[in-house]
Nanobody, 127 residues
């Protein structure tokens, strides 16, 4: 499965951006999906995840209430709507996916849970 992320850009603090991640394979609909981000000099960190069923959704505390993850199985696409952006949200954002192997919060937070990664799309928030 190949993942293609898009939608990054430059935005002022308080603004919004919407990221998309399109998959090459329809089996994507049966995968757990997530967004991670990585700032220069920092480790890749969890942002949000959604199970293949679209059930309970998980968010990092730093983005909860501001970001929304969603998916459209018909389009093989996962989205990340980002509102009320802050300069500390500046990072390269990566989408990730894997066959659903578990369903508890710790499972989704780890980069090792995911088999497939997009190429990253840069989000820069100016103050």
């Amino acid at each position: 499965v190949q993942l293609q992320a898009s939608g990054g850009g430059l935005v002022q603090a308080g603004g919004s951006l919407s990221l998309s991640c399109a998959a090459s394979d329809h089996t994507f609909s049966r995968y757990a999906k997530a967004w991670f981000r990585q700032a220069p000099g920092s480790a890749r960190e969890f942002v949000a995840a959604i199970p293949w069923s679209g059930g309970r959704i998980y968010y990092a505390p730093s983005v909860k209430g501001r970001f929304t993850i969603s998916r459209d199985n018909a389009k093989n696409t996962v989205y990340l709507q980002m509102n009320s952006l802050k300069p500390e949200d500046t990072a390269a954002y990566y989408c990730a996916a894997a066959p659903q192997r578990a369903d508890y919060s710790g499972y989704y937070y780890s980069t090792t849970a995911y088999d497939y990664w997009g190429q990253g799309t840069q989000v820069t928030v100016s103050s």
